[in-house]
């Protein structure tokens, strides 16, 4: 089955514990994204990858590290967490599909609901 | 950052009922794609468009891409209580830079 997988699913942490949220897609996708989701702002692109090895900042990179070694994985890591970082976390994997554009098949996983106190 | 303007905020509507919500922006986008978002889950990608005044359906979905680059509508027709969920819309302006609407919250009362 087609899947993007995120673990934890939920996570409490305290202010400044480095914590690593991963990101797995079977789907053999080029494409891999990190978004956050807050109450009334929608998602908001926190970096994304275009390959291996080839990551860029999206809308909100602050306080945020990526890295893409493998195709299938893209973990999130932050380094030195704090409470403005409580948020519910989206990886998203897509294909490039020829004369369109990447997220012609956009696929999500189920959420990391991520508490810092 | 950038932003998209997306409306209504909410809507409540009575089943049967049709539906339109739409997103504008100060930018050009490439592409503009339509989610819908269930409680507890990611959202999932209903409609992708590409090309300026493009009008692609998905069932009772229409969605369109505006003459000018800057906006876009979402039509659901005839809705049913599973519409319910929160709709967003998500602009590209090349690459996969990404930026969403704040959403749609959509109330079906069956």
């Known amino acids: 089955e087609a899947q993007v997988t995120q673990n934890p699913r939920y996570l409490i942490t305290v202010t400044g514990k480095k914590l690593t949220v991963t990101c797995s897609q079977n789907?053999?996708?080029?494409?891999m994204s990190w978004y956050r989701q807050d109450p009334g702002l929608g998602l908001r692109q926190i970096y994304y990858s275009m390959n291996v090895e080839v990551t860029d900042k999206g809308d909100v990179p602050e306080g945020y590290k990526v890295s893409r070694k493998e195709k299938r994985n893209f973990p999130l890591i932050l380094e030195s967490p704090s409470p403005n970082q409580t948020s519910l976390y989206f990886c998203?994997?897509?294909?490039?599909?020829?004369?369109?554009?990447?997220?012609?098949?956009?696929?999500f996983g189920q959420g990391t609901r991520l508490t810092v106190v | 950052g950038q932003q998209l303007n997306q409306s209504p905020q909410s809507m409540f509507i009575q089943e049967g009922e049709d539906v339109s919500m739409n997103c504008t922006s100060s930018s050009i986008f490439n592409t503009w794609l339509w989610y819908k978002q269930d409680p507890g889950e990611g959202p999932v990608l209903l409609i992708a468009l590409y090309k300026a005044g493009e009008l692609t359906s998905n069932g009772r979905l229409t969605a369109q891409f505006g003459i000018t680059r800057k906006d876009s509508f979402l039509n659901i027709s005839a809705s049913i209580p599973s519409d319910v969920g929160i709709y967003f819309c998500a602009g590209q302006k090349g690459g996969f830079k990404t930026i969403f609407g704040a959403g749609t919250r959509l109330f079906v009362k069956a």
């Open positions: 789907m053999n996708h080029e494409y």
């Open positions: 998203a994997s897509s294909s490039h599909i020829r004369d369109r554009g990447p997220n012609t098949e956009a696929f």
